[in-house]
């Protein structure tokens, strides 16, 4: 079993749709949460932490952690084309390991 | 945020050369972490780089193949040694940011292809 595992890509939303990518962990002891997004060809960016369970919503970005079933989540509302990009689920306990990645296109 | 120059941003490189790429952040960090990212893949932890202290690295990545330097708070180097096309891809190094809920920053990324 992968430590960091996301759902398989590519995802397709229309424009304006919401988009929602999924990540599951193997390590309970895991205490920080995080989505990056990374462009081709350039270096992941941070775009949301999440350290407690429930919501935490940030613009049109809302994360959720269910840490009972080690699960957190990225709703990406109102998307747009410029939100298309590979998603990156990392967990940290020790160390941050990234999940595999799950590549979003908005269509307009 | 922390702010990581990295350099270089890309080359290209003969089998069984060494290239070194260098990280330099603009405060002081008491880890600093090596990742890979092979084409197509996510990123693979290395190595971590605390100053004063040999470089602790991941299962599958040694020392001799990729050593480390940490010879201040602000700075850190990676080997990639006697290459071969196999270590074609991009290498980034990161910090955790001193802000809490900032997460972890990362370099631009060294695109590193062996031919």
């Known amino acids: 079993q992968k430590e960091v595992e996301q759902n398989s890509g590519p995802l397709s939303v229309p424009e304006g749709a919401i988009a929602s990518l999924n990540c599951t962990y193997s390590d309970r002891g895991s205490q920080s949460f995080f989505w990056y997004r990374q462009y081709s060809g350039k270096s992941p960016e941070l775009i949301m932490s999440i350290y407690s369970n429930g919501d935490k919503e940030d613009g049109r970005f809302t994360a959720q952690l269910n840490k009972a079933s080690q699960y957190v989540s990225l709703l990406i509302r109102d998307s747009q084309p410029s939100d298309s990009a590979t998603y990156l689920c990392?967990?940290?306990?020790?160390?941050?390991?990234f999940g595999q990645g799950t590549e979003l296109s908005v269509k307009p | 945020s922390a702010v990581i120059s990295q350099k270089p941003s890309r080359d290209i490189c003969q089998r069984g050369t060494s290239l070194t790429i260098q990280c330099q952040v603009d405060s002081q960090v008491t880890m600093m972490f090596w990742y890979r990212q092979q084409p197509g893949q996510s990123l693979t932890l290395i190595a971590t780089?605390?100053?004063?202290?040999?470089?602790?690295?991941e299962s599958g990545f040694v020392i001799d193949k990729f050593p480390i330097s940490r010879p201040n708070l602000t700075f850190s180097t990676l080997t990639v040694s006697n290459m071969s096309p196999e270590d074609s891809s991009i290498y980034l190094c990161?910090?955790?940011?001193?802000?809490?809920?900032?997460?972890?920053?990362f370099g631009s990324g060294t695109r590193l292809t062996v031919v």
């Open positions: 990392a967990v940290q306990g020790g160390k941050l390991i």
């Open positions: 990161s910090v955790e940011d001193s802000v809490a809920g900032n997460g972890y920053t």
């Open positions: 780089a605390n100053q004063g202290s040999e470089a602790t690295y």
